[in-house]
């Protein structure tokens, strides 16, 4: 049995993901979602980032290019979660996924945090997220963790964005 346990401050740093086109991946990540191009890597790869880090998302071609997408049913990532400080951050991603009449594939709140997911240009699962104060976390009598599956209220996330 292992007894070994990470150190708690231990964060996933990055994701780096196989596409088939570098710039319809860049139309979805960049332009819809915001994050900025920190470095390209010729014509194969490129690395984007939030607030100015080295990057936190690499897209390459370098063994995918035009390729067909993989079957929904084989092992491999399911999604990559992407976690807004603010919740009106979240909001305000949303907003932009919806005028740009991008699909989302579902909503939900868990308990711990409000969820949207959708899928990238490739069917590479994408989860935008946003946590509740560590405080307001659910938890059964006995203190435990109960996460659920409950509907996201989508317009009550939108309306702060009318609020201020």
Request: charged fraction near 25%.
């Amino acid at each position: 049995m292992n007894t070994y346990t990470v150190p708690g401050a231990t964060r996933i740093g990055h994701v780096h993901l196989k596409v088939t086109d570098i710039e319809r991946s860049l139309a979805f990540y960049q332009e819809i979602l915001g994050f900025e191009i920190t470095q390209r890597y010729g014509e194969g790869a490129v690395f984007l980032s939030a607030g100015g880090y080295h990057h936190h998302i690499g897209l390459n071609t370098w063994q995918s290019k035009g390729a067909e997408r993989g079957p929904v049913r084989a092992p491999g990532l399911y999604h990559v979660a992407i976690l807004y400080a603010e919740r009106k951050e979240l909001a305000d991603a949303v907003k932009r996924l919806l005028d740009n009449e991008y699909p989302l594939s579902g909503a939900a709140d868990h308990g711990v945090s409000e969820a949207i997911y959708l899928d990238d240009p490739d069917g590479n699962g994408v989860e935008l997220y946003w946590d509740r104060p560590k405080e307001d976390w659910p938890l059964d009598p006995e203190g435990n963790l109960q996460m659920v599956t409950e509907p996201l209220h989508i317009q009550g996330l939108l309306a702060l964005l009318k609020e201020n």
